[in-house]
């Protein structure tokens, strides 16, 4: 290949992998055909288009976890306990070229996906989580919508004595973004004083969140767990 033909390709190859919807295929790019037919199904609206910077996958959806993340088709009720809203995920359901794979909408076939229906997989850092530093919180274990398969209270190597130690299990987590999107260890809680209403559980947070950023100093990733893309 020409220099000039890497160099047309330089800008697709250095684009970071976004998150793409459950059950996106590896051949998903060339299957999609930017209808927007999963966007529209999506009871959450967690489904955006990529814009046209985006270039080869302009119009192709992707999965933003800080401000929409995937609910998994589930609504929690007032008693705590999570009900499928439809028979299967329906952004998977209405693609029309199967470029998004089927997926039946039961908790116990989501976590046992095999490894091209995940979204991505979560990674938890322990030196910046509330829980493993100051034995408090646990949103993203109490949220997980694969609570004890995904997102387990301890890690298998640590002896279980006291508080919750969240913990990531790889095998079984797929990638929805909850425990992102709920973890309150993010910088614009450290930085929110009286000027910025904090939601109540961001406040109780907000101080111990101003201690681990600072021992961390500059250039740590926040939140304290992040959903990383498949690559
Ligand atoms: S699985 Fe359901 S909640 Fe998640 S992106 Fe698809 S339609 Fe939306
Ligand atoms: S991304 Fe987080 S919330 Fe979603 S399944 Fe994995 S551990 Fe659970
Ligand atoms: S939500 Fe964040 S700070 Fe809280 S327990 Fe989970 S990773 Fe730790």
């Not at 966007?39 to 910077?53: H, M, Q, S, V, W």
Request: aromatic share 6%.
């Amino acid at each position: 290949m020409t220099g000039l033909g890497l160099l047309a390709l330089a800008p697709l190859r250095l684009r970071p992998p976004v998150l793409r919807p459950p059950g996106a295929r590896e051949d998903f790019l060339a299957r999609c055909i930017r209808c927007g037919k999963c966007l529209e199904a999506c009871p959450y609206d967690t489904l955006r288009p990529l814009g046209i910077t985006a270039g080869a996958n302009a119009h192709t959806p992707y999965i933003e976890p800080l401000t929409t993340p995937c609910y998994l088709c589930h609504e929690r009720g007032p008693d705590g306990v999570d009900r499928p809203l439809s028979k299967f995920l329906r952004c998977t359901e209405a693609c029309p070229t199967g470029a998004l794979r089927k997926i039946e909408n039961d908790k116990e076939v989501l976590a046992t996906l095999p490894e091209e229906l995940r979204i991505g997989v979560s990674v938890l850092q322990e030196e910046l989580c509330l829980a493993w530093q100051f034995d408090v919180c646990g949103e993203c274990y109490y949220n997980c919508p694969l609570k004890d398969k995904a997102m387990m209270d301890s890690p298998p190597y640590l002896a279980k004595e006291g508080g919750l130690r969240p913990w990531v299990n790889p095998k079984h987590c797929v990638g929805c973004g909850m425990c992102n999107y709920v973890c309150p260890v993010r910088e614009e809680v450290a930085q929110a004083r009286m000027q910025a209403p904090l939601s109540l559980y961001e406040a109780r947070y907000a101080s111990m969140v101003r201690n681990l950023l600072g021992r961390a100093g500059p250039g740590a990733k926040l939140p304290a767990v992040r959903v990383l893309p498949r690559t």
